[in-house]
Nanobody
Framework: QVQFVESGGDSVQPGGSLKLSCATS????????LAWYRQTPGEGEEREFV??????????NYKHSVEGRFIISRDNAKKTVYLQMNNLQPSDTGTYFC??????WGRGTQVIVSS
């Protein structure tokens, strides 16, 4: 059974940093590209793309608004993908999810950026 368990979310002030983790199981991690998504309060159930990393880690893409502030990485031995978030802004507020192209989603981890 595919599982994604996100963690690391918190409430921080603008300019702060957080590191999100997503532990995975139920699929061959080294064969999968992974991505982080964000669900914003008031925007319904739609999850917007934030960042992705290829199975080799060589190709990385970011949503334009987070480029230069967020860093996605993966640890194949731990079957975990990370999102280092720096210089957080109120617009980064939301629930963050990771996925590898499956229909099943985890519960996400909440990030609140507010002064």
């Amino acid at each position: 059974q595919v599982q994604f368990v996100e963690s690391g979310g918190d409430s921080v002030q603008p300019g702060g940093s957080l590191k999100l983790s997503c532990a995975t199981s139920g699929f061959t991690f080294t064969d999968a590209g992974l991505a982080w998504y964000r669900q914003t309060p008031g925007e319904g159930e739609e999850r917007e793309f934030v960042a992705s990393i290829s199975m080799t880690g060589e190709r990385i893409n970011y949503k334009h608004s987070v480029e230069g502030r967020f860093i996605i990485s993966r640890d194949n031995a731990k079957k975990t993908v990370y999102l280092q978030m720096n210089n957080l802004q109120p617009s980064d507020t939301g629930t963050y999810f990771c996925n590898a192209g499956f229909q099943h989603w985890g519960r996400g981890t909440q990030v609140i950026v507010s002064s």
